[in-house]
T-cell receptor, first 112, second 114 residues
Framework: GEDVEQSLFLSVREGDSSVINCTYT??????LYWYKQEPGAGLQLLTYIFSNMDMKQDQRLTVLLNKKDKHLSLRIADTQTGDSAIYFC????????????FGTGTQLKVEL | DSGVTQTPKHLITATGQRVTLRCSPRSGDLSVYWYQQSLDQGLQFLIHYYNGEERAKGNILERFSAQQFPDLHSELNLSSLELGDSALYFCASSVDGGVGTEAFFGQGTRLTVV
């Protein structure tokens, strides 16, 4: 079955760039997503990439996809304290409909 | 605000009991998805309904059931509750069930089984 892994924790200083990584096992991924979860809040979609793309940039966010290595990353430029949250990568895959398979989540802490 | 409403926000109940979680999707959305977030299992897909019909099932226990009503709201019923069912239950909705259609998540219902 599908398996999506992330490192548990990342700490950065305000103003630095953050890079959150994700690896997945399913080679039939269709879309890959990044969601943000703040305490007491639901999941907010930040950005997504179609599986035949290598990169997508959206303001401070850059998504890189290495399909050969099944590796997805999210770079947040000029990280702010408001970016502190848990970040989940997720995928949909061929035959899975619009069901999201989520990673384990990375807690990002931004320090002054 | 995603436009997806879940009630109640918090629920505390005893083992063996039954509870119903409610979800109102965004206006116009035909698909509703349920997810469970627990410390043990992370975020897991439970079930997907589209326009009143079940579309896909994930790791949903037999003690759990769901339905989507003609007005498109959905309910997740959890019975014979166990301590391990304590979790945050999310509902999400999308305009249709197509792959890549953005799913909007509610704020969740936190269930505590004591």
């Amino acid at each position: 079955g599908e398996d999506v892994e992330q490192s548990l924790f990342l700490s950065v200083r305000e103003g630095d760039s953050s890079v959150i990584n994700c690896t997945y096992t399913d080679s039939s991924s269709t879309y890959l997503y990044w969601y943000k979860q703040e305490p007491g809040a639901g999941l907010q979609l930040l950005t997504y990439i179609f599986s035949n793309m290598d990169m997508k940039q959206d303001q401070r966010l850059t998504v890189l996809l290495n399909k050969k290595d099944k590796h997805l990353s999210l770079r947040i430029a000029d990280t702010q304290t408001g970016d502190s949250a848990i970040y989940f990568c997720a995928e949909t895959f061929t035959g899975g409909g619009n069901k999201l398979t989520f990673g384990t989540g990375t807690q990002l802490k931004v320090e002054l | 605000d995603s436009g997806v409403t879940q009630t109640p926000k918090h629920l505390i109940t005893a083992t063996g009991q039954r509870v119903t979680l409610r979800c109102s999707p965004r206006s116009g959305d035909l698909s509703v998805y349920w997810y469970q977030q627990s410390l043990d299992q992370g975020l897991q897909f439970l079930i997907h309904y589209y326009n009143g019909e079940e579309r896909a099932k994930g790791n949903i226990l037999e003690r759990f059931s769901a339905q989507q009503f003609p007005d498109l709201h959905s309910e997740l019923n959890l019975s014979s509750l166990e301590l391990g069912d304590s979790a945050l239950y999310f509902c999400a909705s999308s305009v249709d069930g197509g792959v890549g259609t953005e799913a909007f998540f509610g704020q969740g219902t936190r269930l505590t089984v004591v």
